[in-house]
C-alpha cells in the first residue's frame, strides 16, 4: 500500500520542501515512511487514541489529539494532508464530509491531499450505525469530496486479487455477527518468498495503472490525490 501511496505522490509533484499533517496518525509510522525521502518537510500528526500517539511521541514524532472533524490547527498551514483508513471510521451522516472540510480549511492552496479508505465490494456491506462504519463507492468518494471543495486529481480502486481472499472471511463474518462492522478477520503473516513479492509486485502494479487513470472493476481499497485549487474557497 505504500507502494501506491508513493505512486501517487510523486505524481502530486511535492515541493522540496513543506509541512505533512497526518490525520489518523496512529503510532507516526506514516510519517516515519514520509520524511525518511524528504527530509526537509516538517511532519504533524494528529489522533484521537493516547496509545498511538504515545508511541509516535517516542519514536520522536510531533503529534497531539485531536479529531478529523475539528482540527486544532490554523488555516492554510499544510503543504500536503494524508488520511489514511480514517474515513470510514468518522460519523455518518455527513461526519466525513464536515473532516474534509476540514482538511480543506488547513491546506495551502494548491495543496494535496491522499486518501485511502475501503470501498464496496463483494459481499455489499450496509453503513453500520452502531460503529459508525462504512464503505466507499469510488463515485460516493469523489461526490464527497467534490461537496468539500477539492479537485480530484487520480481516485480508483486497489487491491484487487489480494481482496478475493477477504470474500470467504466475510461470509462467513456475515453468518456468526450481527453488525455490518467486522474488524479485521485475519492474522498479519510475513510475506516473505516468492509469494510476497508477487503480492507486491500486482499491488504496484495497480498503483501505477491508478496512476495512469484505470478504473479497476473491482477492489477493497480506494485511493483519490486531490488538489486544493489557487482559487479555493474560503
Excluded at 505504500?2 to 496512529?26: E, F, H, N, T
Excluded at 516473505?192 to 502494479?205: E, F, M, Y
Excluded at 480506494?222 to 489557487?230: D, M, T, V
Aim: charged share 20%; proline share 5%; with cysteine.
Amino acid at each position: 500500500m505504500r507502494d501506491v501511496a508513493g505512486s501517487l505522490l510523486r505524481k502530486a509533484r511535492l515541493p522540496a520542501s513543506g509541512v505533512l499533517i497526518d490525520v489518523g496518525c496512529g503510532s507516526g509510522q506514516t510519517m516515519s515512511w514520509f520524511t525518511a525521502e524528504r527530509r526537509q518537510w516538517r511532519a504533524v500528526g494528529l489522533d484521537l487514541s493516547l496509545d498511538g500517539l504515545d508511541a509516535a511521541s517516542h519514536a520522536g514524532q510531533t503529534v497531539m489529539q485531536a479529531s478529523a472533524l475539528d482540527l486544532p490547527c490554523k488555516s492554510g498551514c499544510a503543504d500536503l494532508v494524508i488520511t489514511l483508513d480514517v474515513l470510514q471510521h468518522l460519523p455518518l451522516y455527513g461526519g466525513d464530509v464536515r473532516a474534509l472540510e476540514e482538511m480543506r480549511r488547513v491546506i495551502k492552496p494548491g495543496g494535496a491531499l491522499l486518501i485511502r479508505t475501503n470501498a464496496q465490494a463483494f459481499p455489499y456491506t450496509n453503513d453500520d450505525s452502531v460503529f459508525n462504519f462504512r464503505k466507499y463507492t469510488p463515485e460516493g468518494l469523489h461526490r464527497a469530496l467534490a461537496v468539500a471543495g477539492f479537485d480530484v486529481v487520480a481516485l480508483g480502486r486497489v487491491n484487487m486479487l489480494p481482496g478475493l481472499a477477504e470474500i470467504p472471511r466475510e461470509l462467513r463474518a456475515r453468518r456468526t455477527q450481527s453488525s455490518e462492522y467486522h474488524g479485521i478477520l485475519s492474522q498479519a503473516r510475513p510475506a516473505a518468498g516468492w509469494p510476497g513479492r508477487l503480492k507486491r509486485g500486482w499491488l504496484r502494479l495497480e498503483g501505477a495503472g491508478l496512476v495512469a487513470g484505470w478504473q479497476l472493476p473491482f477492489g477493497r481499497t480506494i485511493f483519490a490525490l486531490c488538489r486544493l485549487g489557487l482559487t479555493a474557497r474560503p
